[in-house]
């Protein structure tokens, strides 16, 4: 068999027996030092090391050597020079190999070599989120593999759509994590296993942010042709949500018959849910070059931006879906059911590449909304936090939901929108931080309550009710975001102190992460028997990215996040 290695090793072992001459030398010096130049600066110095204690071994066990080499090979080696050279050619032209492996193995898609580099994320924190997502994996893979949410406790599962969401939603964050044996098997299952032709009724928002979303996502960090061909399935699919009056979407579609209707207690859809899928169906429209799914988010945007009962820019939280206007005016926030309606005219303005006036105007007005009208300070530690407005009174209530905004603030100042933004942002990170920090299991309520008068009193109060936690993503979404824009490490301590509280108090021994029912508590947490899809698809994601140093991976100048942790590609500019 021909072996490159060996001919080097001839060649050059018959040029060091006959090589008394200068120009048989000379040559040999040449080819080793072309050979040398073309290795790195980090193989070189590793081949220099290795040279300098071979010189050392040399020195005490050299004619040993030479008795061992004679009778193996049947040469003279003249001198401790001409040995070296040998080794030094030989170890050259491995490095030589190494790099040609290395650079020859083709990359999944143009996006890989941007979006995961295994080799510079290595570190304790960061291997602490790939060991922590194994672990749920293995929950879910054991006891709920396919199905919608794991039940760790009692090792079962929930079914939510019947569409295997946690696969689904965790399908980028293996990409992201290098967990390649973890993606693959899933991947067999989503093209053996996963149909929509299903006789159910799905939420439009949750289907859109989760399934549409994440199968997008993978399909751009891939390549691979199997998640787009998914995700027009699953797209098409959801269309008859618009088919109303107004133009504004039904909640619900059963996708195997092609229906579509309200919730069976009213005729309102949220106004987070009808504009919270915009990023989704406007990539779907730009891969496949039908316009009809962009049609229809963007009539439901242009609708909203022209709507009456608006307070500076805050949107009330539904909307009717036969006449299109606001319902039950008078509240405003920034929590449940209106959340990502702002961070959607952010991130819409950003995957069009700046170029949709309308979008930041709404933005822009909305974020002056918030400052004039929902912001606080507690005692007595005078944090800044963002309540609610109902009927002119500020209630001093916080949904952590409404974490997402620090991270949101923070990149649309990045993209060059007021400084102040960023400014707001920081202190709205040390409002959410103090949410986990003060609570005994170092985990943030489903909801807060600020204190405003008693100097003598806690900063937070939760109600019995609130104390539940999720494992949602919010703010650790937020310190991702904040951590690559200011390179302060306190965020990333912020961070692992998150993880660590969620190892301690919701990690569930045979496998899976569980939601808990009291933050308070922590001799009884009270496990709920369930992990969410978006511990995986998000709050891992995110925790992964806070603790990496690279800010090539999932860059956000060529990415933007949906509501559901899956990045999408902001548009290449057509001018």
Wanted: hydrophobic share 40%; charged share 25%.
């Amino acid at each position: 068999m021909y072996s490159p290695v060996r001919k080097d090793f001839v060649s050059l072992t018959l040029g060091a027996q006959h090589s008394h001459g200068y120009a048989s030398g000379k040559q040999q010096r040449r080819s080793c030092w072309r050979k040398w130049k073309q290795l790195s600066r980090l193989q070189r110095s590793l081949i220099l090391f290795l040279l300098a204690i071979l010189l050392i071994c040399g020195i005490f066990s050299y004619p040993s050597l030479l008795e061992q080499w004679r009778g193996l090979f049947m040469f003279h080696i003249v001198s401790v020079s001409g040995w070296l050279i040998l080794c030094l050619c030989v170890l050259s032209w491995r490095g030589a190999m190494i790099e040609a492996e290395q650079g020859t193995e083709p990359h999944p898609s143009a996006h890989r070599k941007e979006t995961a580099r295994p080799a510079e994320l290595q570190g304790p924190r960061v291997e602490a989120v790939r060991e922590a997502f194994r672990h749920a994996w293995k929950g879910y893979r054991t006891f709920a593999w396919g199905h919608d949410e794991l039940k760790p406790v009692s090792k079962t599962y929930g079914e939510w759509f019947g569409l295997g969401l946690t696969l689904i939603d965790a399908l980028d964050t293996m990409w992201i994590l290098d967990l390649k044996e973890e993606f693959e098997e899933a991947k067999r299952w989503v093209e053996t296993e996963l149909s929509f032709s299903k006789n159910v009724d799905v939420n439009l928002f949750e289907s859109t942010i989760r399934i549409l979303g994440g199968l997008l996502s993978t399909y751009h960090l891939t390549g691979d042709t199997l998640f787009l061909d998914k995700a027009k399935d699953i797209g098409s699919r959801l269309m008859p949500a618009f088919n109303t009056p107004s133009k504004i979407p039904f909640s619900d579609v059963n996708i195997g018959k092609g229906t579509a209707h309200p919730p069976r207690w009213t005729a309102d859809s949220t106004v987070a849910e009808v504009t919270s899928i915009q990023l989704e169906f406007r990539e779907l429209s730009r891969l496949t070059q039908d316009p009809q799914y962009q049609k229809a988010v963007d009539e439901v945007t242009r609708r909203v931006h022209r709507l009456d009962g608006k307070h500076d820019g805050l949107v009330p939280m539904f909307i009717n879906i036969n006449s299109g206007k606001f319902t039950h005016r008078g509240v405003f926030t920034l929590g449940a059911r209106a959340d990502s309606y702002y961070e959607y005219l952010l991130k819409q303005w950003l995957q069009g590449g700046k170029k949709e006036a309308a979008l930041l105007e709404d933005y822009l007005q909305a974020v002056e909304g918030v400052k004039r009208n929902l912001l606080g300070q507690t005692s007595p530690s005078k944090l800044i936090f963002v309540g609610e407005l109902s009927h002119g009174r500020l209630n001093p209530k916080m949904d952590h939901l409404v974490c997402f905004l620090p991270g949101t603030l923070a990149l649309g100042a990045h993209n060059g929108l007021p400084a102040d933004h960023m400014e707001l942002a920081v202190q709205l990170m040390e409002t959410c931080h103090q949410m986990y920090a003060q609570m005994e299991t170092g985990l943030s309520p489903e909801i807060v309550l600020f204190n405003l008068k008693d100097p003598a009193g806690r900063d937070i109060d939760v109600k019995p009710a609130d104390r539940h936690n999720l494992l949602r993503p919010e703010t650790v979404e937020s310190l991702f975001y904040m951590y690559r824009f200011t390179q302060d490490h306190k965020y990333q301590d912020w961070g692992w102190e998150i993880m660590q509280s969620f190892n301690k108090y919701t990690r569930v021994p045979s496998g899976g992460y569980t939601s808990i029912g009291n933050v308070r508590d922590p001799v009884n947490p009270g496990p709920k028997d369930k992990m969410e899809s978006f511990f995986l698809g998000e709050t891992l994601k995110y925790l992964f990215l806070l603790f990496s140093d690279d800010p090539e991976l999932v860059s956000l100048d060529k990415f933007v996040f949906n509501t559901e942790a899956h990045p999408l590609p902001i548009w290449p500019s057509t001018s």
